[in-house]
Nanobody, 124 residues
Framework: QVKLVESVGGLVQPGGSLRLSCAASGRTFRRYDMGWFRQAPGKEREFVAAITWSDSNTYYVDSVKGRFTISRDDAKNILYLQMNSLNPEDTAVYYC?????????????????WGQGTQVTVSS
């Protein structure tokens, strides 16, 4: 099992940047595919980004490509999401998640472990 704890989000002006982190407990963090998901008010939770454990392949939803970067530090058991050029449509609760079973890393149904979520608000 793994326990996930996201860093505190915050309020960011449009065009600004923010880095989220997700600290994971457990000795086998390096064997988990990791993902970031988000849920905006009144909307369903959606996939944002993922990184695989085996070869660190990365995946992004089209709306964040070129602006967000997912990375992981297996030595520190930390997952990151660097978010640049933020706009109000990025406002949401962001969740990190982990999975250790075969399946696409972009589907939230594949993930068994979730953090508590952290609020990111983009507003002037």
């Amino acid at each position: 099992q793994v326990k996930l704890v996201e860093s505190v989000g915050g309020l960011v002006q449009p065009g600004g940047s923010l880095r989220l982190s997700c600290a994971a407990s457990g000795r086998t963090f390096r064997r988990y595919d990791m993902g970031w998901f988000r849920q905006a008010p009144g909307k369903e939770r959606e996939f944002v980004a993922a990184i695989t454990w085996s070869d660190s392949n990365t995946y992004y939803v089209d709306s964040v490509k070129g602006r967000f970067t997912i990375s992981r530090d297996d030595a520190k058991n930390i997952l990151y999401l660097q978010m640049n050029s933020l706009n109000p449509e990025d406002t949401a609760v962001y969740y990190c998640a982990a999975k250790d079973r075969w399946g696409t890393p972009v589907s939230q149904t594949m993930y068994d472990y979730w953090g508590q979520g952290t609020q990111v608000t983009v507003s002037s």
